[in-house]
């Protein structure tokens, strides 16, 4: 049995051909990775989760000396040449260290690794160009099955205009030593939430189109208001809610203007840049996809990470366009590998399952909004007259004293005592989402749970939470 893995250097295809490598020579006859990363390391790495995180970092260090009243003197400036010069330093690193371990997969007898572009030619055979896709193929190969780890891209909106105009993306900002004084922002999602406080803490004069009444639409509306409050106050950024665009058109200074509409009317907005933060999309573009048989519309992947359409085609992570997060993929390639095995073998193949587990660095990361499993709005379709209980954060004294009192947590109780659902949009959220995973996956009983953070330590927002379920049970 021959497996071909395209995109093996991001966190699905790592993941896949872990999951594997250790069947070569059993179940599988050859294992064939194939990425034509220039360099080589996926998108989280490249240009997601890792160079974002490094970026705001300097913001939040700026964003926290600017607004403690404590310290003396103006704010520091944000030295963008600094900035991404340690952060290409920290991300080539990251880069080399992925590529090091496909690479050594790739020693291994039966496993081999191939720099190139791949294409579909048929749910059973794979084109490889390693002179460019616009080039004829160098070599083709003939599989039993294929992993899909493409990953994901860009998604622009089909907005009139939008040929005509420059933007910005966030990989653009990530790797920008120079910034325009305004811009207008599409997309408040994940990636605008966390890429608006870095241009604000840099300098840049920003207004945000939101198109519903709030952002976060998963969370209950009291966490939206917190950030709608939070950037405005604390960053200083125009969120136009309820507003929708129309078009967008170059000016003649070479800037961008943008016509929205909300239930007052039109408006025209204009800035030096657009900053173009509107999603992601799966990267199946020029893949041969229909050669299979595949029409990548929406739930053409199954939760085995089957094609629908092509059962022996396998598609775990962002390319899927189910949970565009890392964990997510890197999870997906887990189950894709035991369901290429499973399938070889005539055995069931098993769905994907997962608790909701979500963190957005949010604020800069100085309070970063984290969900596990349900909300309160879930749980009371779910299950019968759920617990839900809520604290601020500038309840509990330890966040003043750490000059981090804005935010607020709300945790979700079955009525049996077992705690289902966390949501805390406050400083050191991110970290508490793996304490509440454990809790939450483990089916923890509320009352079994013991009450005594160390004090005075950020998780005594917990023990609150926690205290206000049990009495309700008690």
Same mark, same amino acid.
């Given at each position: 049995?021959?497996?071909?893995?395209?995109?093996?250097?991001?966190?699905?295809?790592?993941?896949?051909?872990?999951?594997?490598?250790?069947?070569?020579?059993?179940?599988?006859?050859?294992?064939?990775?194939?990425?034509?990363?220039?360099?080589?390391?996926?998108?989280?790495?490249?240009?997601?989760?890792?160079?974002?995180?490094?970026?705001?970092?300097?913001?939040?260090?700026?964003?926290?000396?600017?607004?403690?009243?404590?310290?003396?003197?103006?704010?520091?400036?944000?030295?963008?040449?600094?900035?991404?010069?340690?952060?290409?330093?920290? &991300?080539? #690193? =990251?880069?080399?260290?992925?590529?090091?371990? +496909?690479?050594? $997969? *790739? %020693?291994?007898?039966?496993?081999?690794? /191939?720099?190139?572009?791949?294409?579909?030619?048929?749910?059973?055979?794979?084109?490889?160009?390693?002179?460019?896709?616009?080039?004829?193929?160098?070599?083709?190969?003939?599989?039993?099955?294929?992993?899909?780890?493409?990953?994901?891209?860009?998604?622009?909106?089909?907005?009139?205009?939008?040929?005509?105009?420059?933007?910005?993306?966030?990989?653009?900002?990530?790797?920008?030593?120079?910034?325009?004084?305004?811009?207008? &922002?599409? #997309? =408040?999602?994940?990636?605008?939430?966390?890429? +608006?406080?870095? $241009? *604000? %803490?840099?300098?840049?004069?920003?207004? /945000?189109?939101?198109?519903?009444?709030?952002?976060?639409?998963?969370?209950?509306?009291?966490?939206?208001?917190?950030?709608?409050?939070?950037?405005?106050?604390?960053?200083?950024?125009?969120?136009?809610?309820?507003?929708?665009?129309?078009?967008?058109?170059?000016?003649?200074?070479?800037?961008?203007?943008?016509?929205?509409?909300?239930?007052?009317?039109?408006?025209?907005?204009?800035?030096?840049?657009?900053?173009?933060?509107?999603?992601?999309?799966?990267?199946?573009?020029?893949?041969?996809?229909?050669?299979?048989?595949?029409?990548?519309e929406p739930g053409f992947v199954a939760d085995t990470m089957q094609a629908a359409d092509a059962e022996t085609v396998f598609f775990?992570?962002?390319?899927?366009?189910?949970?565009?997060?890392?964990?997510?993929?890197?999870?997906?390639?887990?189950?894709?590998?035991?369901?290429?095995?499973?399938?070889?073998?005539?055995?069931?193949?098993?769905?994907?399952?997962?608790?909701?587990?979500?963190?957005?660095?949010?604020?800069?990361?100085?309070?970063?909004?984290?969900?596990?499993?349900?909300?309160?709005?879930?749980?009371?379709?779910?299950?019968?007259?759920?617990?839900?209980?809520?604290?601020?954060?500038?309840?509990?004294?330890?966040?003043?004293?750490?000059?981090?009192?804005?935010?607020?947590?709300?945790?979700?109780?079955?009525?049996?005592?077992?705690?289902?659902?966390?949501?805390?949009?406050?400083?050191?959220?991110?970290?508490?989402?793996?304490?509440?995973?454990?809790?939450?996956?483990?089916?923890?009983?509320?009352?079994?749970?013991?009450?005594?953070?160390?004090?005075?330590?950020?998780?005594?927002?917990?023990?609150?939470?926690?205290?206000?379920?049990?009495?309700?049970?008690?």
């Open positions: 049995m021959h497996v071909v893995i395209i995109g093996a250097y991001g966190s699905a295809g790592v993941a896949v051909a872990d999951g594997l490598v250790d069947r070569v020579g059993e179940e599988i006859d050859r294992l064939t990775l194939v990425d034509d990363g220039e360099p080589g390391g996926g998108l989280c790495i490249l240009r997601g989760c890792m160079p974002s995180k490094e970026v705001l970092s300097a913001a939040a260090h700026r964003y926290q000396a600017r607004t403690d009243h404590r310290l003396d003197g103006p704010a520091h400036e944000m030295d963008l040449d600094s900035i991404v010069g340690t952060k290409d330093e920290h &991300v080539l #690193g =990251f880069a080399e260290h992925r590529r090091g371990h +496909v690479h050594d $997969l *790739a %020693e291994r007898p039966g496993v081999e690794f /191939v720099h190139a572009t791949a294409r579909l030619d048929g749910a059973d055979r794979v084109e490889l160009f390693e002179d460019g896709p616009e080039n004829e193929p160098t070599g083709t190969l003939d599989a039993d099955y294929v992993a899909v780890c493409t990953g994901s891209t860009v998604n622009v909106p089909d907005l009139p205009g939008i040929d005509d105009v420059a933007y910005m993306d966030s990989a653009d900002v990530l790797d920008a030593t120079e910034l325009p004084d305004s811009g207008v &922002v599409m #997309g =408040f999602g994940y990636v605008g939430l966390e890429m +608006v406080p870095y $241009l *604000a %803490e840099a300098g840049v004069d920003l207004t /945000v189109i939101e198109h519903d009444e709030r952002p976060l639409d998963d969370a209950p509306p009291a966490f939206g208001d917190e950030i709608l409050e939070t950037y405005r106050e604390e960053f200083g950024v125009e969120i136009l809610t309820e507003t929708d665009e129309e078009r967008v058109e170059p000016t003649d200074s070479g800037g961008v203007r943008l016509t929205c509409e909300d239930d007052s009317g039109e408006r025209v907005i204009e800035a030096e840049e657009l900053f173009l933060f509107t999603g992601r999309r799966p990267n199946v573009d020029g893949l041969g996809l229909e050669t299979a048989g595949i029409d990548a775990p992570g962002d390319v899927n366009g189910k949970e565009p997060l890392l964990h997510i993929a890197k999870e997906q390639g887990q189950l894709a590998a035991e369901n290429v095995l499973a399938h070889a073998r005539g055995e069931a193949l098993e769905p994907f399952e997962f608790t909701p587990h979500h963190v957005m660095f949010t604020a800069a990361g100085v309070y970063p909004y984290a969900r596990v499993g349900h909300t309160a709005e879930t749980a009371r379709e779910a299950l019968d007259d759920p617990i839900v209980t809520r604290r601020r954060a500038a309840d509990d004294g330890v966040f003043k004293t750490k000059d981090a009192p804005r935010g607020l947590a709300e945790l979700v109780v079955d009525r049996d005592g077992t705690v289902v659902g966390y949501q805390g949009l406050h400083y050191h959220a991110d970290v508490m989402a793996k304490t509440m995973q454990v809790i939450v996956e483990m089916g923890l009983d509320a009352r079994e749970i013991p009450d005594r953070a160390f004090h005075p330590t950020t998780p005594e927002i917990l023990d609150g939470l926690l205290r206000d379920a049990v009495a309700e049970l008690d």
